[in-house]
């Protein structure tokens, strides 16, 4: 079974280590990041990640089929909604439900890494 984490990494760095130790503690066969150019340019992941470059300014539905174009085809796919903004978020979740993607949360906790 191939699975991927797909994490929003907003422009705040405080959430930022979160979304770092999910990278560096579970086993993922594609990691894909959802950010700006300045994300990218500043996050310094510990594995290879692909990233989906949007522009928060843009509206709705493009940065839901930016987003949409690059799902990838894995058998299984978490994501991570710690990190970004609420416009971010709902892209991804409405990219994921158009493409009929199933999908579980993964969040760190106090007992270790938590999917739902």
Do not use: Q
Not at 87 to 104: D, N, Q, S
């Amino acid at each position: 079974m191939t699975r991927a984490l797909m994490a929003v990494l907003g422009v705040g760095k405080g959430t930022w280590g979160h979304i770092a130790r999910l990278i560096s503690e579970e086993e993922w066969d594609a990691i894909l990041l959802v950010g700006n150019d300045w994300g990218k340019e500043n996050f310094s992941p510990s594995k290879e990640v692909d990233w989906i470059i949007v522009n928060n300014r843009a509206g709705f539905n493009i940065l839901k089929d930016t987003i949409k174009e690059k799902l990838p085809a894995v058998d299984e796919i978490c994501i991570s909604l710690v990190s970004g903004s609420g416009k971010e978020h709902m892209a991804l979740l409405a990219a994921l439900r158009e493409a009929g993607k199933e999908f579980k949360m993964v969040i760190l906790t106090g007992e270790g890494t938590k999917y739902y």
